[in-house]
């Protein structure tokens, strides 16, 4: 246990030295290699979420094919929607889709208590048999989305390009939007605390929508629950990685909430961006993802650019800005491991 505590990803999160900088990839398994595309010819995506021997396969694809520095458990932020009540499809080609979405406070007061270790448990059973793939290789994060970008699931039925309805949620009711917040946060603890309990050496909770509200909206009915879920972690004893998209503006403001490490993305430079949290605060980031596309040397400009802006620092995590596209080539996703892992800040 302690040889798993020096994997050089779970000390960049403590903030300590490390031979070279950790990188991983947020949707690191996916439709952009082949060895996914063939099992999803088989399957759907929620049986291979729901089949841990699928999900166990799926995880490990990237760490077989990539020189990555973390494992992330194949599941999906959406996942405890089914059994809070709401149903969950994804429908082929238009994403994740909410058949009874959450609209009004008696929609609300419906919702059910999930028992993480009974509804979820295929999760556990998945983390706990990549736990038994990997160990010694690199460490396995857990996850689950944030309370606001659940909840706008929730909310919206699917995905949304203005977030009207949960917005209107938070001015008109926002007694209802508050009951809502509770509930969903009662429930990311106890499934975060599963995954950790499972064997799950750091978690990422994913904020990737709340680059939609002021930082005023942010502040008054996002911050503190996602404190709560935070804070609620805290006796777990892994780090948690607080990442958001679309919160250049108010990082620090973001970074109040907690967590471990703060991911950001690519619309603000690295620099700029710990400069503002803070350099004693590990970060993650922040490539963007279509940068993949592009011809090698290019990627190894941006890549470098940002390496020299973390300068050496301890407490970097190289990452994307948010995950990886379908269709990026395998072969640039592997370079850029490569040109981290070979960096030389001196
Ligand atoms: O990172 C990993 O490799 C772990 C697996 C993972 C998935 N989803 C697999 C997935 C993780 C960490 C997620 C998180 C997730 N899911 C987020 C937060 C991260 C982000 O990207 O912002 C969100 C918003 C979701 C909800 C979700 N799931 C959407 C919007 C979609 C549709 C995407 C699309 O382009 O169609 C999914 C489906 C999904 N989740 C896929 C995968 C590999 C594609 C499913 C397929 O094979 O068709």
Known sequence: MS?????????ACRGEPVDA?????????GRYMKAY??????????????????????????????????AIIFADILLPLEPMGTGLEFIVGDGPSIPRPV??????????????EEQLGFVGDAIRMVRKEISGKVPLIGFAGAPFTLSSYMVEGGKSREFKITK??????????????????ATLIDYLKMQVKAGAQALQIFDSWVGCLSPHDYTKYVLPYTKRVI?????????????????????PTVAQAGGDVI??????????????IGYDQPIQGNLDPVLLFAPLPVIKERVHEIMRQADGRPGHIFNLGHGILQHTPVDHVKAVCDMVHEYNHA
């Open 37 to 70: 595309r063939d099992l999803k010819e088989k399957h759907t995506f929620l049986e291979m979420c729901k089949t841990p021997e699928l999900a166990t396969e799926v995880t490990l694809q990237p760490v077989n094919a990539l020189n990555i520095d973390a």
């Open 263 to 276: 991911s950001f993305d690519w619309r603000i430079s690295l620099d700029d961006a710990w400069k503002q």
């Open 21 to 29: 900088t950790p990188v991983w990839f947020m949707r690191q398994a």
């Open 168 to 185: 209107m949620m938070m001015f008109e009711t926002p007694e209802t939007w508050a009951l809502l917040m509770d509930k969903v946060c």
């Open 103 to 116: 609209r009004d406070a008696k929609a609300v007061e419906n919702l059910r208590p999930v028992n993480a």
């Open 231 to 251: 804070d609620g972690l805290k006796e777990c004893g892994v780090p948690v990685i607080n990442f958001s998209t679309g919160t250049s503006t108010m990082l």
């Open 3 to 11: 040889e798993e505590n020096n994997f050089r990803f779970l000390k």
